[in-house]
């Protein structure tokens, strides 16, 4: 069995357990749209046209973390892609494994990491073991996309909610079936900033502009207390909040989702200008947008250019992905 790797909002080994088109760019105002090239009218199904061009990509921003290689800022340029206005849902992932007996590596590995105030109290499921240094990751035997705490829970009531506990691998095995792929982490970036320049959230700098939640994390004392103040404890549906300016839903919070790239927390020191496709080999693929469970006291890798990564095989409750597709 290979490792797999979890994030704590961000990574832990698995096996750590405790035993038991021309584009001009302005610098502009908090909010204010700046990348000026036009949204063409989508015509594929729940996907929006992104309209290529160049932007800056990465922060130098003090708030960043500099260990994950979030700089420097650097220009790149892209070509035009399709996205989905949200991360898969379980109804559409639903439907894939319906029409295809798909078994996600979840339900192989017999077991996915759980957050602990989610683990039924009743002693229905049984505990492989806590992350020593994120203890608030449990791994429950039987936990996959349709049962996210473990048996006895299902999706009935969450079916326009992200579908979570997918490996990198189900994502791309979703794509594939669906004529789409994963987004590079480019193409991420790009479209999640919405035309904003160098703007730290998907609508501009401040958190919580005037006084409006605008994505869902962590509220509260973590990991003690999520006081929910977003209308959320665990995830919300794909579609909550108001979408950024390319109508993309949540890209800010809510699931982690995965990108096509190997993580290399050095390539943005020699990536190419022209559509940049990640490292040709690593251990890990990027993953971005942060999660339910980040929090500005550990983790506010819910910011536009935050990076992290796991194992392809990995999976949790709070990992997700959307898909792109060329034009």
């Known amino acids: 069995m290979t490792e797999r790797q979890l994030n704590a909002c961000c990574g832990v080994p698995r096996n750590t357990f405790a035993k038991s088109a021309e584009t001009q760019i302005h610098a502009g105002s908090d909010g204010e749209l700046v990348n000026r090239a036009p949204l063409a009218s989508g015509h594929r199904q729940g996907m929006v046209l992104i309209q290529g061009g160049r932007f800056l990509m990465g922060t130098d921003d003090a708030e960043g973390f500099v260990a994950d290689g979030e700089g420097p800022v650097h220009e790149v340029e892209l070509s035009p892609f399709w996205m989905d206005v949200c991360a898969v849902t379980n109804r559409r992932f639903k439907r894939f494994v319906e029409e295809t007996g798909y078994t996600t590596e979840a339900e192989r590995f017999g077991w996915s990491f759980v957050f602990r105030d989610f683990v039924p109290r009743d002693g229905a499921v049984r505990m492989m073991g806590i992350v020593q240094t994120?203890?608030?990751?449990?791994?429950?035997?039987?936990?996959?996309?349709?049962?996210?705490?473990?048996?006895?829970?299902?999706?009935?009531?969450?079916?326009?909610?992200?579908?979570?506990?997918?490996?990198?691998n189900d994502a791309v095995a979703f794509c594939e079936w669906s004529g789409t792929r994963l987004p590079t982490e480019a193409e991420w970036e790009?479209?999640?900033?919405?035309?904003?320049?160098?703007?730290?959230?998907?609508?501009?700098?401040?958190?919580?502009?005037?006084?409006e939640y605008r994505c869902n994390i962590w509220q509260g004392e973590f990991p003690v207390r999520n006081k929910g103040l977003d209308g959320y404890l665990g995830?919300?549906?794909?579609?909550?909040?108001?979408?950024?300016?390319?109508?993309?839903?949540?890209?800010?919070?809510?699931?982690?989702?995965?990108?096509?790239?190997?993580?290399?927390?050095?390539?943005?020191?020699?990536?190419?200008?022209?559509?940049?496709?990640?490292?040709?080999?690593?251990?890990?693929?990027?993953?971005r947008g942060g999660s339910y469970l980040c929090h500005a006291s550990y983790c506010n890798r819910y910011r536009v250019a935050a990076r992290t990564s796991n194992t392809p095989d990995s999976s949790s409750g709070h990992v997700g992905f959307r898909c792109v597709a060329d034009v």
Request: one cysteine or more.
């Open 134 to 168: 994120a203890p608030w990751w449990v791994g429950v035997e039987g936990a996959y996309w349709a049962a996210p705490e473990g048996p006895g829970s299902n999706i009935f009531d969450r079916l326009d909610h992200p579908v979570v506990h997918i490996s990198w």
């Open 235 to 287: 995830t919300a549906p794909a579609k909550s909040f108001q979408p950024n300016g390319y109508g993309l839903y949540n890209v800010c919070g809510n699931v982690w989702e995965w990108c096509a790239d190997w993580f290399d927390r050095a390539y943005y020191r020699t990536s190419p200008l022209v559509n940049p496709r990640g490292p040709s080999s690593g251990e890990s693929r990027v993953m």
């Open 190 to 211: 790009y479209a999640a900033r919405g035309g904003l320049v160098q703007n730290r959230y998907a609508w501009g700098d401040e958190l919580h502009p005037n006084g």
